[in-house]
């Protein structure tokens, strides 16, 4: 079935380093892919997303390239900030069928100043 | 604009008690979604609907859980009868134009715990 492997957390990061958080898929055909974040006692918000292959999905810093060679999806920043510490969860909806979202389980990321 | 509603935010009830979760889409959204997040499961579909309708229920865990949507801005979901291991956080999420495109708008979530 359709599944979502990222890092396991949690990742302990100093303020302006670089930030690779790996996501991979498993999928029938070509899902759009997604990644979403949770700050403390908050819903999920979309970060960024990717509807085909070789798409680049860019928001507040954040990149990710949707590589169906390699069916990953890394999640990178060049430089995070404190107000980056969150949870972060990669995610697919399958192309047909449902419309589900399939999620990773999450990598919470705390960033120190 | 308003986003995705949901209440109670934290509901703590004993085992047995009927709980009922409520949910408000985005006005003009189509399909609507209900998501447990738990720290054994993570984060999992348990039905969503789209124009009103059950589409896929697959992830309901059991006969305790039903959901309803009697109108396009309001869903509800029932556990009758609660036990602890309900205890979760429960996501609603809405979006626009359905497919496999299409964004998720997540609400806050309801906090249950059942003692």
């Known amino acids: 079935g359709d599944s979502v492997t990222q890092m396991e957390g949690p990742v302990t990061l100093s303020e302006e380093a670089f930030l690779t958080i790996n996501c991979t898929y498993t999928a029938t055909g070509y899902p759009s892919l997604f990644w979403y974040v949770q700050y403390p006692g908050e819903g999920l918000q979309l970060l960024l997303k990717?509807?085909?292959?070789?798409d680049k999905g860019s928001n507040k810093g954040f990149e990710a390239t949707y590589r169906k060679e390699t069916t990953s999806f890394h999640l990178e920043k060049g430089s995070v900030q404190v107000s980056d510490s969150a949870v972060y969860f990669c995610?697919?909806?399958?192309?047909?069928?449902?419309?589900?979202?399939?999620f990773g389980k999450g990598t919470k990321l705390t960033v120190n100043p | 604009d308003a986003g995705v509603i949901q209440s109670p935010r934290h509901e703590v009830t004993e085992m047995g008690q009927e709980v009922t979760l409520r949910c408000k889409p985005i006005s003009g959204h189509n399909s609507l979604f209900w998501y447990r997040q738990t720290m054994m499961r993570g984060l999992e579909l348990l039905i969503y609907f789209n124009n009103n309708v059950p589409i896929d229920d697959s992830g309901m865990p059991e006969d305790r859980f039903s959901a309803k949507m009697p109108n396009a801005s309001f869903s509800t979901l029932k556990i009758q009868p609660s036990e602890p291991r309900d205890s979760a956080v429960y996501f609603c999420a809405s979006n626009l134009a359905g497919g496999y495109t299409d964004t998720q708008y997540f609400g806050p979530g309801t906090r249950l715990t059942v003692l």
């Open positions: 990717a509807t085909k292959a070789d």
């Open positions: 995610a697919l909806i399958p192309r047909g069928g449902s419309e589900k979202l399939v």
